[in-house]
């Protein structure tokens, strides 16, 4: 327990952190102590919530930051790229610059978001009623837990992001659903997001659950992408899906990946997994038809459109996994 405080005031150096007992009760305090950060406190029983909570609320300082507001925000750049209104000037130039080179990175985005709709219901076809979407970005339509709805009456959905935006919309136009829940969470504390009270009251990691990370994953540098899946994978129980998808640097051309990284400068990391790297993600699964494919070729619900030429400068992988256990008794 004493490392794992530690571990907590090493990672969340602009607050106080100690632990309290009173009576038989014992509780985990954090005071912010930064210069310039208002002062607060977090006061919760368990440090995987305190954790949860300081992931928010350091990233609640960063947008407060004068220079940060200015910066584009993920979820309302990706917003702007399917056509959406959630967004402001400086989601709109960064999303712009990008586009006046690739404009096929709209088009990426909007494959995306339909090859998650397809890709949950498949999942929920599959008698899966428990889904967390990590990274779930401002709602769209259609919504993890309508799509999955539409086919399992009784799916749950428990939405996951760091961004307060994304948590207050989703609160808003997704809390008051049936099944649904929103939880604050980073997905580089991947057992705090699994441990949250929040997910816990909605999902039963002991019943296999479909884990959501689509376009999420290349705003982690690899390793910690690669340690984020893992964690989730090792936890999830035999017969669990797993949806991923990504852009990778394996065909992509190499200008796009310097273009994002240069327009999420301030804002995040970009970076690009080669296929190979991607599909390891999905160790211990195995891949549902037809495997780890460019976003727009899996499962499509039309008549399978061949991308113009330049959409393969712009490369996004889309894979969906069941974990198999292997063993005496389970068969992949
Ligand atoms: C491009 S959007 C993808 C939305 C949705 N998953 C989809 O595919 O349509 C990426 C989302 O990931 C969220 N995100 C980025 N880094 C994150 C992190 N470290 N932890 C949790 N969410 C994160 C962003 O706030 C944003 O809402």
Redesign the pocket.
Known sequence: MNDQLAALRDEFPGFRIWRETIGDRMRYIARGAGLGISPHTVVTDELGELRAALSGDAAQQAAAKPFETQAP???RV?NYWLGGKDHHAADREAADSVLADFPEVARVARA??EF?TRAVRHVAGQGIVQFI??????P?APAVHEAAQQIALDARVAY????PL?LAHARALLAGGPGVTVVN????APEAILGSRGLRGLIDLDQPVCV?L???LH??PADQADATVAALRNRMSPGSYLII?AGTSTGTDPRLIRCLQSAYAHT?PVTGRTADEIAAWFEGFSLARPGLVDVWTWRPSGPQRVPRPEMTRARFLAGVGRKVLVGPGWLP
């Open positions: 925000n993920i979820a990706y995306n978001r998650v979407d990590v990274g779930a970005g401002l769209a996951v992001d760091n961004d994304v969470g980073d997905m580089r959501l689509a376009s999420v705003f982690l998808s995040a």
